[in-house]
DNA sequence: GCCATCATGTAATTAGTTACATGATTAG
DNA sequence: CTAATCATGTAACTAATTACATGATGGC
């Protein structure tokens, strides 16, 4: 189970409460893992029970930062360097482009468009964001990966528009 | 729900049994869904409730073939055509990725050397497929999914070398 | 005062995994 | 004849989504 040590994670990089970490899900993880508030806060609490996490702060609205314990921080680290990888994926895009070949001709340009402009506000996006991280002080973390994403969707919108130009 | 729609688009693509289903998702569908046998027979049968795959043959050890109907035909038209398409992903590898900038430089190398092998790894399981693709008869159908692979896992080699090299 | 958004939670349902179970066929 | 693999199914459990619910705060 691959949540709780997204959590784990995101909260090692910066203490946030609940409501932060939805939106840290899928804006740093929008390629990598979804979870909404519903599962946050339940996981937040079992954590919690386990020693991984502790609330470091209270604030308006009776919102709690959370961050990682010494505890958490060991089982982000076992996961990262013992367990074993479980590399199987869930992605309806990626479903959406292999069977894209089955459509016929008016209809696979039409998917195939509606995907490339997916590609280019993925690419706009990740270009703000590293712009963002380029224009910041200190260690520059993550630029590495968000510079993956943009190289993957290049590969991405390069590899749509060649199908668009046989389709 | 995309699991329907991955089972009569590979049932599209050539009717199978069930088994045959379940390694036809590790094969071709391995980097977009995953899915196991106790969730495909449950489908298979449901998609027969509402008309949308039938028996087409039945084989040895009380197998059966199943094809995709008329109705069947329409629904996953409906989906790659009208449906709006969910772009959350749930992929471990990728949160790995993204968690590998927390580890300090002797853990941080071995966890992307690890994954360097699995890319090398997946190059060769694509390159071999390529391969059979361009050695098979007909249409050649799915070559540029298999080649989008190739340039998406050399595009994950490349960044993985070069984070070691700086690691 | 009221609307948007911040903020947290639970309940009901659906999807997915792991474990259990069984029988058929083929290769050695 | 027996072990491996083919082939199908169900049960128990865990994970995830959708829907329901409530209250706080800040801007207008």
Redesign the pocket.
Known sequence: ????HAVLGLLTVQPS??????QRFDKSLANA???????I?????KLQDEGMVEVVGE????????AVTDAGRDELRRFMTEAEP?R?Q?NETAVRWFLVDLLEPADKRKALERELAFCEAELERLTAIAAAIDASEGPKRFRGTVDLGLRMTGVMRDWLQEQLSRA
Request: charged letters at 20%.
């Open positions: 189970m691959s949540l709780r409460t609940g409501y932060e970490l939805t893992w979804h979870a909404s508030h519903s599962q806060y339940p996981e937040l609490a604030g308006a609205r009776r919102s709690r930062t959370w479980v199987s869930r």
